[in-house]
């Protein structure tokens, strides 16, 4: 099976995420990496393109570089997808630029820095029928994906209680030591206009509305920052509403200390209840009146179609989060050439508009006294 | 070491709560049950006084005869003590003639079905300087004294995060099988102006203050009822503020289908993140930057001394609700007997006023549509 | 109802097992402590009775005044029952003096120091009809009740594998503290032929046997004493055979540093696996082939009902080992008072003859090189 | 960097083993698989090949064909590692034609049907210098790795107790449901003498020596059949003796119902004790005298260098099985490369001749009758 020549924009040394994305796409064995901008820096770029054997020539400077230089190839040379990993700030440009000239595109979250950016993107993707991925990665577990089809398929019968946390302290010691300054993702320039919603509430949000399908209406937020040295939020509440009568919150810290990247979720309905934690990925509890727990785990027959793709190893022997990736970008891979794939096989970038609305939304509630706002 | 004469309102066959009252008072070894107004109905009371070996002479009929009864007995042979476990609306009038008799009162929770009564009957107290303990049994796990310890003694830091939770799912079969009417925790005559905030959301706030020693000073609510059969809340959020730039949240559900008795804590400080969960109550999770998280455990010399004489048994041989319970007993004796014991061995009449603010403000809050109400 | 008159032999001041005996009967409250032996030292034992409010005329020097004293007594007034939680080199002569004074007993294990003790005591017991209780504590656990009933009712099938541990710590700091002397339990004289297999290797034995009901035929095992310092085993492993083809094994230690009480049982039979840890008493697992694992938990009615008798919280609400105790004490009171019980409601002299065996035989077959031995 | 380019034996359309291969050698990102032997149907072979995009040219019939073919390109071009992943019966043959070619070997275990065989390999690999890694995948894990750090280098004092399990389920139905016939692992011929202890029980043994260090001079076992169906062991115990006074035991079920992947280690020193499960393999557990327990997750600086390097993302973010199958592919890498690397990287022709040594003591105690075989 021929493989999805792929670019990277970003990821070059160093960079944690850029690499996550190509550990994902190698255990998918869909793609091969032929050409990129990897670095700003193009004198590290280049060093970066050697040591991963990529081709100096296709080794780029910037990106309006790499899209003369690829469609000066032919089509069966030139690179297909793109995998964007920059900081937050140059997505939408990239992105933008990937599909206006044929692209296909896979690209880290948040998707933009504004909601006007995902709008557009999504006409874009609308009008040129290309593919985009969102890398919202813990939505490649397979135990989110059984949760999804799950409820979905109306198994937990109507949805009572919606419960999402997002719980770090990586930057509790950087605020303590006074370290901001270090950081980027504390920078609005660069990340947005939220740390901790925008790069991990948003994670929360996002499972929240692909497990369930229910569309969030509005949001009350009150958030938090830890003293003033740090600009943006740290921390906070989200209340939810839903169609209907259905609410829910999400609670989220990047200052909750000694917690690493604990994403939890529950939904309970009126007949069952599900519960499932990222640093756990393995276990999906079910719960239900008056009968035992069932703790469901991957590679076991009797999981939905969709959880049982998402695993390759048989049961007891556990994946991670790259695997995770892996099965996002075999889902886009899937959509790129054409083939039959599960709605829930990669995120799209509807999702990502919902979580910009998300974002921008959660900062306005709580700008404005912690009132109502509507996505 | 003589024991306490104790009598009890309410508590008779088949109820559950006032055997556990009971339990916790046997095991504390501190108390002597002589007398009690059982049942509203007095042949039952009887029935369950012979059952019991209590004398049928101080078996009473009202709280009316019980005082007069035994007012008519000598000192050394009246109690001394009462336990009141009727259902909610009569907590005030048990408590408050209790009181104006001379006998020391410990009280099931909430305390009473208002704030003024709940205010009224700590001006009593103040007066009279007689015992009042509130039975929130769960300040009675030894690894929650640790936590009050750790967080008063300032070993976690600055509080930066505060997040309680109890979930249960027992209405959720009663909702949907219409069987609402059944059930006088669903009627606010017998229960008060709430259903999950007042029975079991009141835990979590009852913990958060207890533990942290923080006082709330606003809350905002968003409360929930699953359809129209009952008049009452059956789930909620309610974000907290707490003196300074502190937040927090306390979620609770009724109708978090297949949840027994799912409260936890979490507490986040500038140093420190300790997390505890009442059904697996024997651990407490120490989390820091950089450390590996530690687990605690009863029955250890490593912990303080308050968590120390909470716990008999040697480590790793697990005690339980009812050994909680006792544990405010036992606080409850020693202030009796004017014996010396620790702040926090039991709670006061002072949790219970704030209990009932915080129960009323949170209702206030939603219905006035999700605004701050200061307690 | 009226209490069974109880008398304590042992238990006095600072004994720690003693007083748990005690806890468990105020718990199951079916008992009322009237006399004793209390102490070795008369004067402490005195200090104790004034101390519990036990009356001084029935507060004895030994064993002799106490039967001699109690038969004085009208049969309305007389001790009914008698818990001995000596050391264990007296329990068979305190047990054989009561049982032959028409005395029920409530016996703490180990039961004797040999087989023949113990085998004298099951003839008396034959003999007299009276009933002998064996405080193998973890059997009135509600789900290891649950395990024997699901067992025993063949809900697991044939039973295809058995796998017990008790790993505990607590000697480990003191034989390389140098403080073996101070420790009774590692005096032969004093605690029997064995430190590690009696003390706590019996009860995993017991706990195989008495939720599965398969009698261990032979035993083979390989037993440890880190260092020269203890003359009795501290470690070991003992391969089990029982019944037809059915194979076990036993793994017990005083040294695994950092273990407090980690007694465990698996049994896997051809239809399902059961899995129950005593530090988690509140969780049993059930395993299938190509099902969810199922966690049951007490206060469920989907229990059997020797399950659901031995716990009274709603689930969800953690019990511990004192109920447990509390459990096999109304289990003795029901057979005390002629009342109808469940067959397991407490452990019999049988168990005891039982544990004898297999900690003689243990001994022997290390010391004989670790060959088979018959039980 | 160039890529090692690799050869698979074994490992074509609907071989689980061969894949799990080639993943890890895509996430080590040091291997790049140009030629094989892939499956005794070379049409299928083919087919396999062209789906990889692997060269048709280098899509061999057999292992001499294979070998011919290589041997007649240039140095630059041809093979340098083999990866084997063909049953068990065919590993000898495959790793000793290859070593003598000249090409370094990746070789799933066991490594050979008989302890002569692997004694002959070692004596080739010590001869050529080549690199020779055997895939007991689970010393891929992080925290294996700390553990092994941590107890070489003295930090759990003496061991005084050493524990391993591997419980499995799958056979269960296999039994019971008469589909022994289908199942090559049940047949003596292709898979070695032993089935449990041969497949699984082996596995434990290789962590225990690996982590440890220590070197087991006996064994004595006990074997299990279930039934007549199958020829082979599917349980058994075993009990281990090192140097000097330090004893253990292996225990190990293909017939544990319900259980999937349920591998333990728990060591016990006289400072420190260590536990780890393969099924949670982020969590590692160190054990202290009266001290909380700590638990240790991958991705923290806290952690050992060879813990370090074997995770790469952040903490919290789990990874798994495939991610240690990379671990040691990249360990062998380095190897082949001539690098630098830590000892434990990957496990070598030593660890085969231990592990088969074991398998065949452990049926040979079994079948004289469960006594002590010198390894």
Not at 124 to 133: K, M, P, Q, R
Not at 211 to 218: D, F, Q, V, W
């Amino acid at each position: 099976m021929e493989k999805i020549r792929l670019a990277q924009m970003g990821g070059g040394i160093g960079a944690f995420i850029g690499d996550a994305h190509r550990r994902g796409a190698r255990i998918s064995n869909r793609y091969e990496l032929v050409a990129g901008v990897f670095d700003v820096n193009f004198e590290r770029a280049k060093e970066f393109a050697q040591k991963e054997g990529i081709d100096s020539n296709r080794t780029y400077a910037d990106i309006d570089e790499f899209i003369k230089g690829e469609l000066q190839l032919s089509e069966s040379e030139r690179i297909e997808a793109v995998s964007i990993v920059t900081p937050n700030f140059l997505h939408y440009e990239m992105a933008k630029k990937c599909l206006e000239n044929g692209f296909h595109v896979i690209c880290e979250k948040p998707m933009t820095m504004t909601v006007e950016e995902a709008e557009t993107l999504q006409k874009i993707v609308d009008e040129t029928g290309l593919t985009f991925a969102l890398l919202h990665t813990y939505t490649g577990y397979p135990l989110v994906r059984q949760m999804r089809e799950m409820i979905r398929g109306g198994e937990i019968g109507e949805i009572q209680r919606v419960d999402a946390q997002y719980y770090q302290g990586w930057i509790n010691p950087i605020v303590h030591n006074g370290e901001v300054e270090k950081v980027w993702r504390l920078n609005s320039n660069v990340t947005g206009v939220s740390s901790c919603m925008g790069d991990i509430g948003v994670h929360a949000f996002n499972l929240i509305e692909y497990t369930t399908g229910l569309e969030t209406t509005k949001v009350l937020s009150d958030l938090n920052k830890i003293g003033n040295s740090v600009e943006l939020d740290l921390d906070g509440t989200v209340l939810l509403r839903f169609n209907a009568e259905t609410k829910g919150v999400i609670r989220s810290s990047q200052v909750a200390t000694g917690e690493e990247n604990n994403l939890t979720i529950a939904i309970y309905g009126s007949k069952l209840g599900l519960k499932w934690s990222q640093e756990d990925p393995n276990y999906l509890f079910v719960l239900s009146d008056n009968k035992p727990v069932e703790r469901l785990k991957p590679g076991n027959p009797y999981l939905k179609e969709l959880g049982i793709i998402s695993h390759t190893m048989p049961p007891g022997h556990p994946e991670g989060i790259y695997e995770a990736i892996a099965n996002i970008y075999t889902g886009a891979a899937k959509s790129i050439k054409g083939e039959e794939y599960f709605d829930g096989e990669f995120p799209t970038v509807l999702d990502g508009v919902r979580g910009m609305k998300f974002i921008h939304n959660v900062v306005e509630s709580n700008a404005k006294g912690n009132v109502w706002i509507s996505l």
